[in-house]
């Protein structure tokens, strides 16, 4: 069943990169009482998620603050150490985006939004879509098909839709 506006995001235990190296990160925790935005996408360092997916989240993420979203996650199904190097090759780290690992797909699962491409080496990623959630409500999804440019779950969009 694919998420829709108006379910509670599930439980899921997300990795990230920190100062010991992989740390498990409690999606539930992250949501409690704070207003976010999760970007999804198929991989890290491919093309559309590397040259606008990523990039349109960073030229609105002081908007989106000045709106109330206390953190922007980008999460793909891959591992800490990948997105680490993604978040801080693209600048994105620095400019405030958290990245999130879903190394086993528990998340992109549980909400309905895996697909595989075998012969791309895709096997559970995540489907490209944006959500805004309020304390781990959903309140805005914006996902289904668009081009390379991202227009439906990328950040522009999401910043009107808030």
């Given at each position: 069943m694919t998420i829709s506006?108006?379910?509670?995001?599930p439980e899921a235990s997300l990795l990230q990169m920190g100062?010991?190296?992989?740390e498990a990160v409690s999606l539930g925790e992250k949501l409690k009482g704070r207003k976010v935005v999760i970007f999804g996408l198929p991989g890290a360092f491919t093309g559309t998620c590397t040259t606008a997916h990523v990039p349109s989240f960073m030229r609105v993420?002081?908007?989106l603050a000045d709106k109330g979203v206390d953190e922007v996650i980008c999460l793909s199904v891959n591992d800490p150490f990948v997105m680490k190097a993604w978040g801080e090759?693209?600048?994105?780290a620095a400019a405030g985006i958290t990245f999130l690992g879903d190394a086993s797909s528990e998340f992109t699962k549980a909400i309905g939004m895996e697909f595989s491409v075998p012969h791309l080496?895709?096997?559970d990623r995540s489907k490209r879509y944006a959500l805004y959630a309020e304390d781990g409500v959903v309140k805005v999804l914006n996902m289904g098909q668009e081009s390379s440019a991202c227009?439906?779950?990328g950040g522009e969009a999401m910043l009107e839709a808030i």
């Open positions: 506006v108006g379910d509670r995001l100062a010991n190296g992989a993420r002081g908007k090759s693209t600048g994105a080496g895709f096997a227009e439906i779950s």
